[in-house]
């Protein structure tokens, strides 16, 4: 064959386009993809299980509203057993499964979240968002791709600490799992109760499963406390601290933070045990589901629950594991975007440069007023009380920034 | 002086509990010579069924009202007026649940005993005669097999369930201190202790008790003077089922019912082999010592060395007597 001007040319267009169309279609995927790991086995299953049906009302929702500027969504989650390494396998398969499609990741611990951030570099870095609140991540130099969907454990101490405080409080137990978790904002909370005038009488740490709840108890009796806070707890543990504490009739208030204010547990430990977590309070980013007024967007999700969960108690009710998960997918989609709307590719390094421009976001009702991502994280949040009687957590506090 | 009583008694009742986790380890070994990973499980699976007779069935709308709350009018009379938290209040509330708790314990150690049986004649008896550690590889994958169902029957919500006996605060002085105890955890641990007893006395003194000595010391000269090993197995199997049912039920009333429940089995096994995997005595000096180390640590050093110095001890021991305190040294001939 001769090589002419009009077959050299016609060649070289047919060379482009065959080399060319894989990035061309790499560039425009025909769906984004969420990905996520959640402990549906392991420990913390029972939380995995009730955030997971989360996502799939999450797709739905961001996909009638048009996805990421026209592109629809799609969330694939994974399980984790709760083992952070699980969790890195399934990022790292996620991202080489669905290449730059892949526009965002939701981890489920904070081990998993330290364990990935390294993996963060250069074309393997997504926005990541996750059920931690640990206060090391809530910086954007050390992990820029990372965010907290409401205010770190150290933030939740500091308000706790001032409410307590403001009941005119002086004497402190702090009880704790030996987790990550539970430690986290140890070191913090002990320089607040100083900065507030406040006496930590007793530090306690307990097992995060199986804790042995008489010698925890007769410590904290000991101590002389009058407010206990608990750290580093889902389901267990909390409870049976609280209900041995008025088993022998110890006036302490207790004190809890994000992972034990569920009202599923609350209840279910009121319908067999009694009444006792009568008074017992903690710090809440979110409104509760059930406080829908000048939420429009829980009232979207219930709209959307009652016909996807029709049947089943998600139909009514979504915990508030499932609400953090919500506001962190919401917070990625509006990062997303926003990033899409600005005519910028959606990496990491846009995609996170929004995320840290998000100020004064009317998230629908998750909050109490407008917030901002300050330190990839939204500092704020206000003090519950539960009601056995009600079966409800009611505000006792403001609307608490730190 | 009173503190160390209040702490040494919260280890005692800590430590009668894992010494009834570690009876089950011990029967089965006794008599297969394999170490049940999976014991863990099998106390999951008693503290799931004890959760579904003394909670699920009740609460059904075809169960009888007396079964989910015995409120006999004299009952409801006293209970008036009674302060939730007060001694008898406790006790009264207690006792409207009494049908279904027996109920409940009753369901549990026959389901489970069932269960250990299907396990027994299924997974173990037809790797009799090939080597022990692929038996003790199948309850290595019964761990999954256990979990696994247990999350797709029950799924792994959290739930409550009552308590064994009426959790009423007990406080008396000692040395000028006053001590605090929970009245179900006595209980608990007398259960435990009593059952523990049961069983040895069982071993040392019945023909079953005999036979199980034999077949541990040698199965082939004890299938040769008559004794129905396979029998021995099924009963080893059966008996570490029902007790781990009561473990389950005692641990759920402790900690509520959850998955993680399975993982108590393993700083078991630890105990086990501190006391010796053949010797009841040992385990149970090994589990009190435990209990006791882990509430005195607790108490001087806090929870973040409570995990660990135990268990120390337990290295220490095994160092020095690889067999455990009391248990039988193998001597290999060649």
């Known amino acids: 064959m001769t090589l002419n001007r009009r077959t050299f040319l016609a060649t070289g267009a047919a060379a482009t386009a065959a080399m ?32 997971a049906p989360a996502f799939a009302l999450a797709q739905k929702l ?11 969504i799609k969330f694939v989650t994974e399980d984790s057993g709760y083992v952070p390494q699980n969790t890195l396998a399934n990022y790292q398969r996620a991202l080489a499964t669905e290449g730059t499609a892949l526009v965002g990741y939701f981890a489920d611990s904070t081990g998993a979240m330290k364990l990935i951030a390294p993996e963060l570099k250069g074309e393997n870095a997504r926005l990541m968002g996750s059920t931690s609140f640990a206060s090391e991540l809530a910086n954007p130099e050390t992990h820029p791709y990372q965010y907290l969907s409401g205010p770190t454990y150290q933030d939740q101490f500091d308000i706790l600490m001032q ?30 109760a100083e900065r507030l005038g406040l006496e930590i009488v007793l530090e ?41 504490a008025r088993q022998f009739g110890l006036p302490v208030q207790f004190h809890g933070t994000f992972w034990g204010m569920e009202k599923l547990i609350a209840d279910r430990i009121t319908a067999e045990a009694g009444p006792f977590l009568a008074g017992y309070q903690g710090v809440m980013p979110y409104r509760y589901f059930y406080d829908r007024e000048d939420a429009p967007r829980y009232e979207q999700y219930a709209a959307l629950s009652k016909v996807m969960f029709a049947g089943t108690p998600l139909e009514n009710y979504m915990s508030t594991w499932a609400i953090q998960t919500m506001c962190g997918l919401e917070l990625a989609m509006k990062a997303l975007r926003d990033t899409a709307e600005a005519g910028k590719e959606l990496t990491a390094d846009n995609v996170a440069e929004s995320l840290s421009g998000i100020k004064d976001w009317d998230s629908g009702g998750f909050f109490g007023g407008p917030v901002s991502m300050d330190n990839n994280k939204i500092g704020t949040g206000r003090v519950y009380e539960y009601s056995p009687e009600t079966g409800l957590f009611t505000p006792v506090s403001d609307w608490l920034s730190t | 002086m009173g503190q160390f009583i209040q702490f040494a008694i919260n280890g005692l009742m800590s430590g009668a509990i894992y010494a009834l986790i570690a009876v089950g380890i011990v029967s089965v070994f006794k008599a297969t010579k394999v170490v049940n990973f999976a014991h863990g499980y099998l106390i999951m699976f008693g503290a799931y069924f004890y959760f579904t007779f003394a909670v699920i069935i009740p609460g059904q709308e075809w169960a009888p009202a007396w079964l989910a709350s015995w409120q006999p009018g004299w009952m409801v009379e006293m209970r008036q007026g009674l302060n939730m938290f007060s001694p008898l209040g406790a006790v009264l509330d207690w006792a409207a649940n009494v049908p279904r708790i027996i109920f409940g314990l009753i369901g549990a150690v026959l389901c489970n005993a069932l269960l250990g049986m299907l396990i027994e004649r299924s997974l173990m008896r037809p790797l009799m005669g090939q080597s022990v550690f692929a038996m003790i590889m199948v309850t290595v994958g019964l761990i999954s097999i256990l979990s696994g169902a247990a999350s797709l029957i029950w799924t792994a919500d959290a739930a409550f369930v009552p308590h064994i006996a009426p959790n009423t605060p007990i406080r008396f002085e000692v040395f000028g201190t006053m001590v605090f105890l929970f009245g179900a955890d006595i209980v608990n641990m007398i259960i435990a202790l009593l059952i523990f007893g049961g069983i040895v006395a069982m071993v040392k003194f019945t023909k079953s008790g005999v036979a199980i000595r034999a077949t541990a010391e040698d199965q082939s000269t004890a299938y040769s003077m008559g004794i129905s090993v396979p029998k021995i197995f099924s009963r080893a199997w059966i008996l570490a089922s029902a007790t781990g049912a009561v473990a389950g039920a005692i641990l759920a009333t402790r900690n ?31 589990a009190m010592s435990v209990g006791v180390l882990e509430a005195m640590t607790q108490w001087k050093l806090g929870g973040e060395w409570a995990e660990i110095v135990p268990y120390v001890a337990v290295l220490v021991v095994i160092i020095f007597r690889p067999h455990g305190l009391m248990g039988q040294k193998e001597v290999e001939r060649i």
Request: include cysteine; proline fraction near 6%.
């Open chain 1, 20 to 51: 060319g169309a894989p990035m061309i279609l790499n560039a425009q995927p025909a769906e984004y993809v969420l990905g996520a790991s959640l402990p549906l086995t392991g420990p913390f299953a029972t939380a995995g299980q009730l955030v």
């Open chain 1, 204 to 244: 306690e740490s307990t097992k995060a499963q199986g804790a042995d709840i008489p010698t925890h108890v007769t410590k904290l009796a000991q101590s002389g406390a009058e407010h206990c806070i608990l750290q580093g707890y889902v389901t267990g543990v909390w409870p049976q601290l609280i209900g041995g």
């Open chain 2, 256 to 286: 509520g019912i959850s998955p993680s429940l399975g993982l108590f089995g393993f700083s078991v096994l630890a105990i086990v082999l501190m006391g010796g995997l053949d010797s009841y005595v040992g385990c149970f000096i090994a």
């Open chain 1, 163 to 192: 409410n307590i405080k403001n009941a005119g409080g002086t004497k402190i137990a702090i009880i704790y799992s030996n987790t990550e978790f539970g430690r986290d904002p140890l070191e913090h909370g002990r320089a607040t």
């Open chain 1, 62 to 72: 961001f996909n009638d509203e048009g996805g990421i500027a026209g592109t629809p």
